[in-house]
Antibody, heavy 119, light 106 residues
Framework: EVQLVESGGGLVMPGGFLRLSCTAS????????IHWIRQAPGTGLEWVSS????????YYADSVRGRFTISRDNAKNSLYLQMSSLGAEDTALYYC????????????WGQGTLVTVSS | EIVLTQSPATLFLSPGERATLSCRAS??????LAWYQQRPGQAPRLLIY???NRATGIPARFSGGGSGTDFTLTISSLEPEDFAVYYC????????FGGGTKVEIK
């Protein structure tokens, strides 16, 4: 089955850190750019970060640049998001998303992993 | 940054009725406009890409139109599973999402 499965979410204290993972199956992971997109409770969608198929190029939203690091391991069909200096504004459901064209067309979404930043 | 404004915020309709959703861009996005559906408790799903192309497996009752700054998503006859939130997204200049339109049962 073609799918993306996120893990690693949870409750973290303000200022803390967390590492999210995403495992792909059913398709050739190394052929695709992959993104993290988040959705705060009851709100819309916010693009967070992306990584090229090779892993050589990474991009970040201004709201997370310098605090989040995206990476991937194509041998393990896995994507990661290292998050640090977390604040309440980072509380959201984080989706791992496949880019079908290489330019922001999102054709496959995981079910998301919930990150809650609270004391 | 290109801002996408969706209207209405909420649309109250009955099963079998026609739904017309609007997405307006603050500047031209050519045809680089996509629509996503998000059912309660689920991840978004790609419905329409490049303004008018249905994604794989999307029923023919969903259609998209428009170019430049004004776009519409039309659902010709609402099925029970179509009551959801719909987002537009542009990829002409980086990317942005609209705020969403919720289609609710009247």
């Amino acid at each position: 089955e073609v799918q993306l499965v996120e893990s690693g979410g949870g409750l973290v204290m303000p200022g803390g850190f967390l590492r999210l993972s995403c495992t792909a199956s059913g398709f050739t992971f190394s052929n695709y750019n992959i993104h993290w997109i988040r959705q705060a409770p009851g709100t819309g969608l916010e693009w967070v970060s992306s990584i090229s198929s090779s892993g050589h190029y990474t991009y970040y939203a201004d709201s997370v640049r310098g605090r989040f690091t995206i990476s991937r391991d194509n041998a393990k069909n896995s994507l990661y998001l290292q998050m640090s200096s977390l604040g309440a504004e980072d509380t959201a459901l984080y989706y791992c998303v496949r880019d079908s064209t290489g330019y922001y067309l999102f054709d496959l979404w995981g079910q998301g992993t919930l990150v809650t930043v609270s004391s | 940054e290109i801002v996408l404004t969706q209207s209405p915020a909420t649309l109250f309709l009955s099963p079998g009725e026609r739904a017309t959703l609007s997405c307006r861009a603050s500047q031209s996005v050519s045809s680089y406009l996509a629509w996503y559906q998000q059912r309660p408790g689920q991840a978004p799903r790609l419905l329409i890409y490049d303004a008018s192309n249905r994604a794989t497996g999307i029923p023919a009752r969903f259609s998209g139109g428009g170019s430049g700054t004004d776009f519409t998503l039309t659902i010709s006859s609402l099925e029970p599973e179509d009551f959801a939130v719909y987002y537009c997204q542009q990829r002409s200049s980086s990317l942005t999402f609209g705020g969403g339109t919720k289609v609710e049962i009247k």
